[in-house]
Structure formats: structure tokens, C-alpha cells
């Protein structure tokens, strides 16, 4: 199989859609819906990221990945539940630049 992961497939896919549209090169519609699938598949096992909303602070879960978004450490990963998450932040907060 192939080693690529989802967002390069989906890329990939995207490529032959347009290729097909210059082309006239017919794309089938079951190929792509299988294709789109299993990048879908992929996605989904990629780590996560809950977004924030507002000025918090980042912390990832030390066991799947996950970035959670909070004003101080999570109890617990919303994903896998484990408890080992650490700050990640890019940039300390609190830290006027200008
Ligand atoms: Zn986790």
C-alpha cells in the first residue's frame, strides 16, 4: 500500500481532478469515493487539535498528540484520557513585545 499520509493524498487527488479536467481524462466516481475514504480514514487518526477561542495556552498530550487549549494544564487528554500533557506554547503569555 501506500505510505503517504492523508494530506498528501488528498493533494494527490486533488492534482488528478485537475488533470482530469484538462485532460478530458475521466476520474470514476467509486474510485474517488474509495480514495476520499480512506484519506478520511487517515485524517481522523492524525492527532487533533481543539481550537481555541480565545487567548489560552497550548498543552499536548504527551501519549496521542492531542493540542488542547486551556487557561492552565488539563486533568486529562479530551481524547485518550491520559494525564501527561505539557505546555507547548510557542510564545510565553504575558510577554508584551511591543
Ligand atoms: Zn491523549
Known amino acids: ?3 503517504s499520509n492523508g494530506l498528501q493524498r488528498l493533494d494527490a487527488l486533488i492534482n488528478r481532478l485537475i488533470d482530469s ?9 467509486f474510485d474517488l469515493a474509495r480514495e476520499l475514504g480512506e484519506i478520511r480514514a487517515q485524517l481522523m487518526a492524525m492527532p487533533v487539535v481543539h481550537r481555541s477561542t480565545a487567548d489560552q495556552r497550548h498543552y499536548r ?6 493540542i488542547v ?8 487528554c479530551p481524547r485518550c484520557s491520559a ?11 504575558g510577554v508584551d513585545a511591543g
Open 1 to 3: 500500500m501506500n505510505e
Open 83 to 93: 494525564t501527561a500533557l505539557v505546555n507547548v506554547d510557542i510564545r510565553p503569555t
Open 21 to 29: 479536467d484538462q485532460t478530458g481524462e475521466e476520474v470514476a466516481p
Open 69 to 76: 487549549h486551556g487557561d492552565g494544564v488539563p486533568g486529562s
Open 61 to 66: 498530550c504527551e501519549a496521542c498528540g492531542t
